[in-house]
């Protein structure tokens, strides 16, 4: 069977383990997700790779050594609190190192795919330059930020690179990591600022700097339904076409599905993650797709529904769709009005 996708994986993952702790972020989210794929039929249309074990000194191109030093000192020989939302464990090491086997992957790959997926433990975008990205009161449950590693490391090469985000949470650790670089435009879609973690990704939050402008927070409300999240895509992908990527990296999270978790309050189906696949399937670059945030249903429905988007096809799911009141449409189109304003400005 002729394969559609490349699949970047490891087991290995599973060994960053809160236990014995209960934890929303654990190695089961890694089996929701490939069961989803699973019983959708898409995890037959892949190829499947494991990273090699890499020297997580990598991640010294977009971390500070200290915060480095930091995080490899933890956890050796039990479970250990960076913050009050992130631990490291004594299997973490084992699945950093084959974290930091990704990018040799996705660098050999690149030229033959034009679908990576990556599907990674720890997470890693609200891990930035020094750890809490643009002074978040935590790390989120994320260690090092791979999805910007992949971008640095292909913008040192001379790629044009966008990152996309549409985690119900700010990819702040990403937007820090790159917020005075204008070479990597970074564009993300979430629940409103002031309403949720990180409390940081406002309309005003452009970039410093030469970088000012590339850095775009598309804000929605909480309770937003299917409307207001495609009309968030399709503002998205007008800046996307401006700026004429030659790669697109996407930080992927479905936590925004309805009932996949208690900390986000948007209420979007099956239908808004095939939406943004094809939407985003009609930019014609190389996309290296990286699973961020999803802990339930998510993982089993919104995932294979974005999948099958970025392949061209219709949502296997075919959930619902929701609509948003006029309250909501209200409160987004203020958010979307400040944002434009802010990148004339």
């Given amino acids: 069977m002729e394969k559609d996708f490349l699949l970047i994986y490891s087991d290995d993952f599973k060994l960053h383990s809160p236990e014995p702790y209960e934890h929303p972020e654990s190695p089961e989210r890694l089996e929701k997700a490939l069961d989803g794929l699973a019983k959708y039929k898409l995890l037959e249309r892949a190829r499947k790779v494991e990273p090699p074990k890499g020297d997580v000194r990598i991640f010294l191109k977009v971390h500070s050594e200290d915060y480095f030093n930091f995080v490899i000192s933890k956890g050796r020989s039990s479970v250990e609190w960076l913050d009050g939302d992130t631990y490291i464990s004594p299997g973490t090491h084992r699945a950093l190192e084959r974290l930091a086997g990704v990018p040799e992957i ?94 940081t990704g406002f309309p005003w939050q452009t970039g410093e700097g030469n970088a000012k402008g590339t850095k775009i927070n598309i804000n929605i409300p909480p309770f937003s339904g299917d409307d207001i999240f495609k009309d968030a895509v399709d503002n998205a992908f007008k800046f996307l076409k401006d700026y004429n990527p030659e790669v697109m990296i996407v930080d992927a999270g479905f936590d925004g599905y309805l009932d996949d978790n208690y900390m986000v309050s948007l209420n979007l189906s099956s239908n808004s993650f095939n939406y943004l696949g094809k939407t985003l ?14 802990y339930n249903t998510g993982l089993k429905k919104a995932l294979p529904s974005f999948l099958a988007g970025l392949l061209g096809k219709d949502d296997p799911v075919n959930d619902g769709a929701t609509s948003s009141t006029p309250g909501t449409w209200d409160r987004y189109r203020e958010r979307l009005k400040e944002l434009t304003n802010n990148l004339k400005s």
């Fill in 106 to 199: 996705v660098e050999r790959e690149l030229s033959v795919w034009n679908l990576i997926l990556v599907i990674p433990r720890p997470p890693g975008h609200h891990a930035g330059k020094n750890g809490r990205g643009l002074g978040a009161p935590t790390l989120g449950f994320c260690i090092f930020n791979i999805s910007s590693l992949i971008a640095k490391i292909l913008e040192d090469r001379g790629f044009r690179v966008v990152m996309v985000d549409f985690d119900a949470h700010h990819g702040n650790g990403s937007q820090d990591i790159f917020y005075n670089d204008n070479s990597v435009i970074h564009i993300d879609i979430h629940q409103d600022s002031s309403t949720i973690y990180p409390g």
């Fill in 281 to 294: 399937n009609r930019i014609s670059v190389p996309k290296i797709i990286v699973v961020e945030g999803g």
